[in-house]
């Protein structure tokens, strides 16, 4: 599974963004794509999580309400809307994809497929 992220960008507090991330190559019908970010001396932590399947969807506590991850199974994309983003948002998103395993959808250990990154940043 490729990965590719985009849509990201710096916006002043209080706005918004979407981020998309586009899947190529063999995608099996039962993953779990997710949304990380690492900002600058920090680790890299779980953002919001979807299973294809179900849409069953998972955030951080951190986002909860503000941010919602969706899904396009037809263009095989899955998008991260950031809304009310604040100063502590800032950092590199990244998306990734794993099989069905065992452990939290937040531990990026898990996680065999990742994008690039997007950078968003929040004044």
């Known amino acids: 599974v490729q990965l590719v992220e985009s849509g990201g960008g710096s916006v002043p507090a209080g706005r918004s963004l979407r981020l998309s991330c586009a899947a190529s190559?063999?995608?099996?019908?039962?993953?779990?794509m997710s949304w990380f970010r690492q900002a600058p001396g920090k680790e890299r932590e779980g953002v919001a999580s979807?299973?294809?399947?179900?849409?069953?969807?998972s955030y951080a506590v951190s986002v909860q309400g503000r941010f919602t991850i969706s899904q396009d199974n037809a263009k095989k994309t899955v998008y991260l809307q950031m809304n009310s983003l604040k100063p502590e948002d800032t950092a590199m998103y990244y998306c990734a994809a794993r099989f069905p395993v065992s452990g939290s959808w937040s531990t990026a250990s898990t996680y065999a497929n990742w994008g690039q990154g997007t950078q968003v940043t929040v004044s």
């Open positions: 190559g063999y995608i099996a019908n039962r993953i779990r």
């Open positions: 979807i299973w294809t399947s179900s849409g069953s969807t």
